[in-house]
C-alpha cells in the first residue's frame, strides 16, 4: 500500500512539472509574438524585455534568442564609443554566440556569425571580425559576401598603415611611394594581406560574377600593391593598368544592372534559357 501511494504521489509530480512546463513553453512563444510585434515597430528596448521573458521562461527557444541579438544589434550605433552603446553590441554578440554554440540548423548558426562578424567590423575590431567571416565561410563555403568581408578587412588592414605611414613623409595622396626603408617595412607587413584580401575577392566574383563591390575592392587591392612596389616601376604599372580594368568592369557592371531595372526598381523580363521575372540583385 505505502509502495503504491509512493508511486502515485511520483507520478502526480512528474504530471504536475509536466502540466507547469507546458505552460511556460506556452507563456515563452506569447512573450516571444510580443516581442516581434514590438520589434517590428522599432519598439527595440521593449522587445528586448519580452524576448528575454521568454528565453526565462523557455532557454530552448531559438528563435527568442536570434531576435533578442538582432535587437540588441539594431539598437548599436556605429561609431558611437560610449558604454551604453559598447554595452549593446557586446549583449548582441554574446547572444549571437550562444545560438552559434548551441548547435543549430545551420541557416541560424550563420545568421549569427555574420552577426557576430559585422559587429566587430563596425566596433573596428578587424582581426576578430575576419575569423568570424572566415568561419562563415567554412560553414557556407558558397556564400559570396563572406568572401568579399574578408577581402574589405585585409585590404583596410593594409591601407590604413600605409597612409598613416605616408602622412608621416609629408606625401600628398597621389604622389608615388620613394621611401625605400618605409616601403620595404610596408611591403613585408602588408603584403601577406594584399595576397588573401585578393585571392578571396576573386573568390566572391567566382560565386557571383556581376559582384559589383568586389570588383571595386579589387581595384582598391592592385592600387595597394601597386605603392609597393616601389623598386619595380614597370611591375607598378602593371598593376595600375589591372586596377583600371577592375574599374572599368565595375562601371560596366553597375551600368547593366541599371539598365535591366525599371525605374520603379523591378527587373525587367529576361528571356533565355531562365525565362521569368525576378527582383534585381544587389
Known amino acids: 500500500m505505502n ?3 509512493k508511486l ?4 502526480v509530480a512528474a504530471l504536475l512539472l509536466f502540466g507547469a512546463t507546458g505552460c511556460n513553453k506556452l507563456k515563452a512563444r506569447d512573450r516571444l509574438n510580443k516581442g516581434v510585434t514590438a520589434f517590428k515597430n522599432v519598439q527595440y528596448e521593449t522587445a528586448i524585455k519580452n524576448f528575454s521573458e521568454a528565453i526565462a521562461l523557455d532557454p530552448g527557444l531559438l528563435n527568442a534568442r536570434l531576435y533578442l541579438a538582432t535587437a540588441y544589434a539594431q539598437l ?3 561609431g558611437a564609443d560610449t558604454p551604453e552603446n559598447n554595452r549593446n553590441a557586446e549583449q548582441a554578440i554574446d547572444e549571437f554566440k550562444k545560438v552559434a554554440d548551441s548547435n543549430p540548423p545551420k541557416e541560424a548558426k550563420a545568421h549569427s556569425l555574420k552577426g557576430i ?15 568570424y567571416y572566415k568561419k562563415v565561410a567554412e560553414l557556407d563555403p558558397n556564400d559570396p559576401e563572406a568572401y568579399y568581408s ?6 583596410t588592414l593594409s591601407y590604413q598603415p600605409r597612409m598613416e605611414a605616408r602622412a608621416k ?3 600628398q595622396p597621389t604622389e608615388q611611394l620613394k621611401d625605400k626603408k618605409v616601403c620595404d617595412q610596408l611591403r613585408t607587413a602588408n603584403m601577406d594581406k594584399i595576397e588573401e584580401g585578393r585571392q578571396n575577392l576573386e573568390k566572391a566574383l567566382q560565386l557571383r560574377q556581376d559582384y559589383d563591390d568586389a570588383m571595386a575592392y579589387l581595384n582598391l587591392v592592385y592600387r595597394e600593391e601597386a605603392d609597393l612596389t616601389c623598386n619595380d616601376p614597370a611591375k607598378r ?8 580594368t577592375w574599374v572599368d568592369k565595375t562601371m560596366a557592371t553597375k551600368k547593366a544592372k541599371a539598365e535591366k531595372a525599371s525605374p520603379g526598381g ?8 531562365g525565362g521569368g521575372t525576378g527582383e534585381q540583385q544587389k
Do not use: C, H
Open 237 to 244: 604599372q602593371e598593376l595600375l593598368k589591372l586596377a583600371d
Open 117 to 131: 562578424a559585422s559587429l566587430y567590423f563596425n566596433m573596428k575590431k578587424l582581426a576578430d571580425a575576419k575569423e
Open 266 to 273: 523591378i527587373v525587367l523580363e529576361q528571356t533565355g534559357s
Open 169 to 171: 613623409l609629408g606625401m
Open 8 to 11: 502515485l504521489a511520483v507520478s
Open 150 to 155: 574578408i577581402g574589405v578587412i585585409d585590404w
Open 76 to 78: 548599436y550605433i556605429p
Open 3 to 5: 509502495r503504491s501511494m
